[in-house]
């Protein structure tokens, strides 16, 4: 089994790390240049973690490094100006063989070797082959989708889901109401991952629905913390709402004059951006019209 | 620098015979492999059969007898279970014949006189004005087209690598005119496919079969033929001749400019490319696709393909034999009109690409976005070894297809007749809300717009392409015209060459007259959000 190389610069890479690395796969792992540098030259398949806000600087960095040989893979949520990480990527370094790798990768889960899945997505089948391959173990599934854009999208817009579900939480809800969200959220993400040309049911998998039943009741996630916070009144750690606000504004510009139907995320994206009270979203969200499910 | 008369299409008569071959065994080969991937054999003779004798049960030139009796010889073979080394003496046979009629050929006096007496008898022709005023020669069809890019890039490029041209596509004169392009450009003669109806006119024909052009026969559309020509295609290629591929695959029907591609037969410069590594290793020739724009103010077929488009007939009419192109009165009519128009064409050869989407620095070298030296090879290799690999080869191919699709809209130019009709169109819109398009185009009511009006609408959408440059570019004809300018220059194109015009001038407004040019026109625009916003009317009028 080759080398594989993981840019760590989140709590998950670095559990990825350490649970590839017990179950006997050879890692290089960092963020530094010397790092970046190393990691090229020994493998051919990188894995991209980091935080959306330091996306730009690292790849930037890691470009001076990475030849058209490697496949690289990401694992960078939310939506940003520049537009979809994987062509980021491609823009910044000479790689062509992009991929993305989405789904409920917990990092307690990780660390404690309980079964957990994912899900690679490229255009290319080398990078969902190799990345399949070096990446599943005994603790840890990765299946392949072909659809990069709807899992992308999915990674993305999940995490407004996630706010919803525990807004319903914390005003106590319960059980019906939180399924509703659930269920319409991923019908809706569906409808806009049609929107951008990628198949809806890559919504229904593991970087949507998989994603959202885990991160949906962990309340360390900081989506989690966010629906929560605007829920019951209380702080919100800013750099989070700044990446959630832009995700909401980017959603905006992706479905333009609410060309498809996604109440649940429009509505939290209102609740991010305009400051709409959960009680008056979920009011709203009870009386639009009910239609086919 | 290589001169321009070393490069590989002058030796093409000489290398035809080997060139047939190599395609021939190459095909025998691929399905003689015990490890094939492809279609068994029988499988894939008995559909050529099936398709064959459905064509051939009644044999008309261009087909011949022997073409029925070869196919018959297969059908008989497969029916008394011949062994595969006879099925593959037959597919041998076959496949020779299809090579045969695929490949072209290339006359070295019949490229003299098409670059050099032609173009001047052209000239003559279309401005008989310049035959008073003593002007012969080609000046008077030089100062008509403007030629746009870097050619002296390209003609660096063409003495160390191999070019794949790769134009968009709306008039069957798009052919002459991009020979015509690189004639005026200095670089080399190209090897291009036709389709074979293409042939059927004595004097095109003359010129297309001495001239690079190889034959698509599009009646042919089962596996083995469509195998056979992108072999064809891979081993001329391979040989370092230079190429042109028109990725729309047929006429624009719309008159958009193209957004999906089909980059089946442009994707074996790839394959041609890892090919050459694997036998040449760092000699290898690199590969450079040069996206060219097409732009002229009218187009010869217009009303033909906007009807087939309106009517949808099936699938497209690839095979449309009865279009204006076929009446040389028309033709002459349509080249007059444009040859009067100063500027009233402007080929573009958009910048250069590596098969990876790479653009390529003065001398070839393939670099990032950060100016960085990319070597090309590295992406076809694993473990420094060089592979062919399809799933992968077809992904960069399909990547770079989405690369020419910017390249063409940010190479497109606009003239007065798309601004106009932008213009025009949007107005019938806002006329006639709420209905369909079909409904729109048939409606009974007498349209009109006040000239001032759509005057000052057209400087908006002219502010529009301005401010998106990625979107496309004013042509250089109308760039120094305001709005009121642009209309008239738009009205004065209109007439004298369709049958109807789209739009004329009554008295202070401007009538609809043919609407579905009016929508072909328009829809070179159909891409550039802006100007289609720019065009609508503001508050109920223009």
Known sequence: ???????????????????????????VSGVDAPSLKRMCAEARLILVDAHRAELLPLLRRLGEYLEPNHLVAHTVHGLGQEGRVSLLIETESACRRVGVLAGPLLVSALRAGTPTAAVIASHHPEVTEEFA?????????????????????????????????????????????RALVITRAVRELGRLVALLGGDPLTANGLAGLGDLLVRSVDPTTPSYQVGVALAKGGDIDPSTLDSMKRTAARLDQLNPGKKVSAHVFHGVAAALTDGVEPATLIEKLMSIRVLDE | MQALSSSPMFRFDGLRSGIIEEVTERIVDAHARAERTVEP??????????????????????????????????????????????????????????????????????????????????????????????????????????????????????????????????????SPLVGYALMRAGLPPMAYGAGKNLFSSPLTSFFMARLGAYKVDRRLGFPLYKEILKTFSQVILE???????????????????ESKLKLGLAGTALSAYVEQLRTLGPGARRFYFVPMTLNTPLVLEAETLIEDYLKEIGKNRYIIEDDEFSRMGRVATYARKVMTMDQG??????????????????????????????????????????????????????????????????????????????????????????????????HPRRLVVDAAALARRVDAIKAAIIGAPALGRLAQRVA???????????????????????????????????????????????????????ARPVGGGT
């Open chain 1, 1 to 27: 089994m080759s080398v594989l190389g993981i840019v760590n610069g989140t709590p998950v890479g670095e559990a990825l790390v350490a649970r590839l690395g017990t179950d006997g796969r050879k890692v």
């Open chain 1, 133 to 177: 391959s070096a990446l599943s173990t005994k603790h840890l599934r990765v299946y392949r989708s072909r659809d990069a854009a709807g899992v992308e999208l999915c990674a993305s817009l999940t995490e407004l889901a996630v706010v919803a579900c525990a807004m319903v939480d914390a005003l106590a809800l319960g059980a019906p109401a």
């Open chain 2, 41 to 174: 054999l029988d499988r894939l003779l008995n559909e050529l059969v099936i398709h064959e004798q459905k064509r051939l049960r009644h044999v008309h030139p261009p087909d011949t007898i022997e073409d029925k009796r070869r196919v018959d010889d297969i059908a008989r073979a497969l029916q008394r279970r011949a062994t595969e080394g006879e099925l593959l003496e037959l597919l041998r046979r076959q496949a020779r014949a299809y090579a045969q009629d695929i490949a072209g050929s290339f006359s070295n006096p019949t490229y003299k006189v098409a670059t050099s007496v032609l173009p001047s008898l052209l000239s003559l022709l279309l401005t008989p004005q310049h035959l008073r005023s003593g002007e012969f020669g080609l000046g008077a069809l030089d100062a008509r087209v403007r030629i746009d890019g870097d050619i002296e890039q390209l003609r660096r490029l063409s003495a160390t690598g191999v070019l794949v041209v790769v134009p968009t596509h709306l008039s069957n004169l798009d």
């Open chain 2, 239 to 257: 040989e370092g001749l230079h190429s042109i591929f028109f990725p729309g695959g047929t006429r624009s029907r719309s008159g958009a400019v």
């Open chain 2, 345 to 442: 064409l402007e080929l573009r050869f958009c910048a250069p690409r590596d098969p990876f989407g790479n653009h390529v620095d003065a001398d070839g070298r393939s670099l990032d976005s950060h100016g960085r030296e990319i070597d090309p090879a590295r992406y076809v290799m694993r473990d420094g070894v060089v592979t062919h690999h399809a799933g992968r080869d077809a992904e960069y191919t399909r990547e770079l297809g989405r690369h020419i699709v910017d390249d063409f809209r940010e190479g497109t130019s606009y003239f007065s007749t798309h601004i106009v009709s932008a213009a025009l169109f949007a107005y019938l819109e806002a006329e006639i809300p709420g209905s369909d398009l079909y409904q729109r185009l048939r």
């Open chain 2, 480 to 534: 120094d015209m305001d709005g009121q300018e642009i209309v008239d220059d738009a009205l004065s194109a209109f007439s004298g060459y369709h049958t109807h015009p789209a739009a004329q001038r009554s008295g202070s407004v401007i009538e609809l007259v043919d609407r579905e040019l009016i929508l072909y026109y328009r829809n070179r625009l159909a891409h550039h959000g802006p100007a289609l916003e720019a």
